[in-house]
């Protein structure tokens, strides 16, 4: 049973939100929510992570309803070097023990001029 | 530059082969994770340890095993390798629960 789902793809352009949403329908009450962006070729790249309401860095904000059953990314004004695929990671990353960690699916982000 | 190395970069072997992926992780980090990414199952945690000692294991397959050495470094060992076991492999390491740092993955083809 999938822990995680995501949209396969989305377009958007450039100057936009773009906001993408993972369902974790069966999400632990320890699990934390991590965002990854990966480029081809490389290895993911952490950009946020929340466990509840709303988390925000300097390149992302996280927002997490209070069933905590989805969460959505907002990446602010994407430009064409966001261009990349967006995974969700559902699980406890506890140094002492992690749960199981369940990526989502993966959403691919095509920025357009 | 994550500051994690994997190595070999890529590896081709034959079916019913055995292949050691290496990876080391960031300077100071205890733990480490194994990831396999392929194009119909996407990514996939394995298994993490944490200074030395098997933490949480993920959907790895009996045939695959893996271990962290006293310096920190860990190997994942795959045996009676099958077609469906090419895809890259990721080893990440962290300092924290919040990130993980990835390595730039091993690239497994079996012919």
């Known amino acids: 049973l999938a822990k995680t789902t995501q949209p396969i793809s989305m377009d958007s352009y450039e100057g936009q939100e773009v906001n993408i949403t993972c369902s974790h329908n069966?999400?632990?009450?320890?699990?934390?929510i991590t965002w990854y962006q990966q480029f081809p070729s490389q290895g993911p790249r952490f950009i946020i992570q929340?466990?509840?309401t709303k988390v925000t860095n300097e390149v992302a904000s996280l927002f997490i309803p209070a069933d905590r059953k989805s969460s959505t990314l907002s990446l602010p004004r994407v430009s064409l070097s966001d261009t990349a695929v967006y995974y969700c990671?559902?699980?406890?990353?506890?140094?002492?023990?992690?749960?199981?960690?369940?990526f989502g699916t993966g959403t691919r982000l095509t920025v357009i001029p | 530059d994550s500051g994690v190395t994997q190595t070999p970069k890529h590896l081709i072997t034959a079916t019913g082969q055995r292949v050691t992926l290496r990876c080391s992780p960031r300077?100071?980090?205890?733990?480490v994770y194994w990831y396999q990414q392929s194009l119909d199952q996407g990514l996939q945690f394995l298994i993490q340890y944490y200074n030395g000692e098997e933490r949480a294991k993920g959907n790895i397959l009996e045939r695959f095993s893996a271990q962290q050495f006293p310096d920190l470094h860990s190997e994942l060992n795959l045996s009676s390798l099958e077609l469906g076991d090419s895809a890259l492999y990721f080893c990440a390491s962290s300092p924290s629960v919040n990130e993980q740092f990835f390595g730039p993955g091993t690239r497994l083809t079996v012919l």
């Open positions: 300077s100071g980090d205890l733990s």
């Open positions: 929340g466990y509840k």
């Open positions: 069966n999400i632990a009450t320890n699990d934390y």
């Open positions: 990671l559902v699980g406890e990353p506890d140094q002492t023990g992690a749960n199981n960690l369940f």
